[in-house]
């Protein structure tokens, strides 16, 4: 049976290689956000750029939506594959539950790295209209979503039983190939 973090990283528009990453890489699994859905909820989209001062690197901006926060507000992580390979990765976040090392860092060091010349600005907390358009549908259902967690008293974790119905509904959509077209990838650039 596979664990709620398994299958939230499962779902999420990552490369094969960028989950590999996630499984040998637990640390860096528990420093995301989207694993955390008591606080955040994952917007199932991923925005690929190429940074200019970095042309041989990728990097991969996913939203949240931290609907858990008084003023409720959508954030952007970064993960950057080095060299453009899907076997090496660094995450930038503000994310403060595990230590940070060669391959976790804090949200600061990306933009002075790859947001000189304006690259990346504002591009942590965005607002609603900052998000790409394609976005915006997958937006309005997480801010719904968040309200309707918090009108129901908060998240509540899921026992053995919904875990392994979820897993066997998500097995079911891949099969149909019919996960919604909001799982797909959004490539923009962020200048």
């Known amino acids: 049976m596979m664990s709620l973090e398994e299958i939230l990283i499962d779902i999420q528009p990552f490369s094969d290689g960028l989950k590999k990453w996630c499984t040998d890489h637990p640390d860096f699994t528990k420093a995301l956000k989207i694993i955390y859905p008591a606080k955040f909820i994952s917007m199932g989209m991923v925005v690929v750029t190429y940074p200019p001062h970095y042309p041989n ?9 931290h609907y858990a926060m008084r003023k ?54 965005v ?17 719904n979503l968040g309200d309707r967690i918090k009108s129901a008293g908060g998240f509540r974790e899921l026992d053995a039983k919904s875990l392994i119905k979820a897993n066997q509904d998500l097995r079911t959509l891949r099969e149909k190939d019919s996960i919604d077209p909001i799982w797909r990838k959004i490539h923009s650039a962020h200048n």
Do not use: C, M, W
Request: proline share 5%; glycine share 6%.
């Open 72 to 125: 409720p507000k959508f954030k952007q992580d970064f993960i950057v594959y080095l060299g453009k390979k899907d076997n090496n990765f660094v995450l930038y976040t503000r994310q403060n539950l595990v230590p940070h090392n060669s391959y976790i860092k804090d949200i600061k060091e990306f933009f002075d790295a790859y947001g000189r010349d304006g690259n990346y600005l504002r591009a942590h907390h």
């Open 57 to 65: 690197d990728k990097v991969i901006g996913f939203y949240t939506y």
């Open 127 to 143: 607002t609603f209209e900052e998000i790409p358009d394609e976005g915006k549908p997958r937006a309005l259902q997480a801010l």
